[in-house]
């Protein structure tokens, strides 16, 4: 289920507040269909600012949580301010609809659900904070902040464990991955920080539980190559193994089902100005092999929308026009194709 931010547009590398934008949206995309096919498109407030790990659907595909960041200044209508809304979707209503709207800490970006679909994490960027909330049937209510950091350190994305004991928090301004525990309800801070890269932004945790890749965005302004950090899980206590270099701001990250192959969206300076010298016109794909110990590339291509499928990267040419720019994209559901995976794509925007 992608989102798609209205409101910013990257304009020749600069980030530009759109004048009375239409609303921001959310995609309900039916991935059992090839090419996959728009089910719904409803207003949704999101934001293109921080990872694009910001929509979380429970696992019994009825409710999807988006997050917003960012939302327009109401006193100066070319500047934007810190967000704190949470927007919690029924994706079974007919049509789907948003049926609340809950706040959270300052700026709300990555959001996960634990696999039980009772509890659900966001890391709020712009105060140091994750916000807890529970889930019973279509009702998600607050329960308790838990501090990590302060607003210096920032709190790109918080991934839950698949046991639920376990969670990661990537914090992109001071340059650690911070482990929490969860018992039940109870969210802490365990006060055991990794260090991985420069501004670790996106986390995905593989489905056996055994490691997690964190994407360092790193310098993308001065052209330096970034890297994604693996991350060994059944460590005590947990620790970064290994690191490889992917290209030039890597900010989507994706663990296959069998935890053997791990896909990177890579911004490749496509939005940079074009007279940067490490201007690019488009995104990459990057995929690397993972053992659970150690990383390798296994291909790389100019993306869209691909297929994996027996071991080969297929470029399906499909493409899904959206009503609005591409900000965010969630996990794909159960019922969707296992190897047929949207990749959001906007050549005039990214993360600012």
Same mark, same amino acid.
């Given at each position: ?15 530009? @507040? ?12 039916? #991935? ?15 934001? /293109?600012?921080?990872?694009? +790990? ?33 927007? %919690? ?41 994750? +916000? ?13 902040? /838990? ?6 350190? $920032?709190?790109?994305?918080?991934? %839950? ?18 482990? #929490? ?15 991985? $890269? ?29 890297? /994604? ?32 192959? @791990? ?21 990459? #794909? /990057?995929? #690397?092999? +993972? ?44 019922? $969707? ?16």
């Amino acid at each position: 289920m992608p989102t798609n931010d209205n409101k910013l547009v990257t304009v020749n590398g600069r980030t530009t @507040v759109v004048q009375n934008p239409a609303p921001d949206t959310a995609t309900i995309l039916d #991935l059992s269909a090839s090419p996959p096919r728009v089910i719904a498109e409803i207003d949704v407030p999101n934001s /293109v600012v921080g990872p694009p +790990s910001s929509v979380a659907i429970t696992p019994d595909e009825g409710l999807a949580l988006v997050t917003s960041a960012e939302k327009i200044d109401s006193a100066d209508p070319t500047k934007r301010v810190p967000d704190n809304r949470l927007s %919690i979707i029924d994706l079974k209503a007919n049509p789907p609809r948003v049926i609340a709207t809950l706040e959270t800490g300052k700026a709300p970006s990555g959001v996960s659900i634990n696999r039980q679909g009772t509890l659900a994490l966001v890391a709020n960027r712009s105060d140091g904070t994750v +916000s807890v909330f529970t889930i019973q049937g279509k009702t998600v209510a607050p329960a308790g902040t /838990v501090k990590v950091g302060d607003e210096k350190s $920032g709190g790109a994305h918080v991934a %839950i464990a698949p046991d639920g004991k376990t969670a990661l928090l990537t914090r992109d301004r001071d340059n650690r991955i911070s482990v #929490l525990s969860i018992d039940g309800t109870k969210v802490e801070y365990t006060k055991r920080d990794m260090t991985a $890269g420069v501004e670790p932004i996106a986390l995905d945790i593989a489905p056996n539980g055994t490691f997690a890749v964190a994407a360092n965005f790193g310098g993308r302004v001065t052209g330096d190559r970034d890297t /994604v950090s693996l991350i060994d899980l059944r460590a005590r206590p947990p620790r970064i193994v290994d690191t490889i270099t992917v290209g030039l701001g890597p900010e989507g990250v994706k663990v296959s089902p069998d935890g053997s192959v @791990v896909a990177i969206v890579v911004h490749n300076g496509s939005n940079l100005p074009k007279e940067s010298p490490f201007y690019n016109d488009g995104g990459k #794909l /990057v995929l #690397l092999r +993972s053992t659970g110990t150690s990383l390798s590339k296994v291909a790389e291509k100019d993306y869209w929308i691909f297929e994996w499928s027996g071991g080969i990267l297929r470029d399906t040419g499909h493409r899904i026009k959206m009503r609005g720019g591409p900000a965010r994209s969630g996990p794909p559901t159960s019922s $969707g194709s296992p190897g047929l995976h949207p990749v959001p794509h906007r050549r005039d925007s990214g993360r600012p």
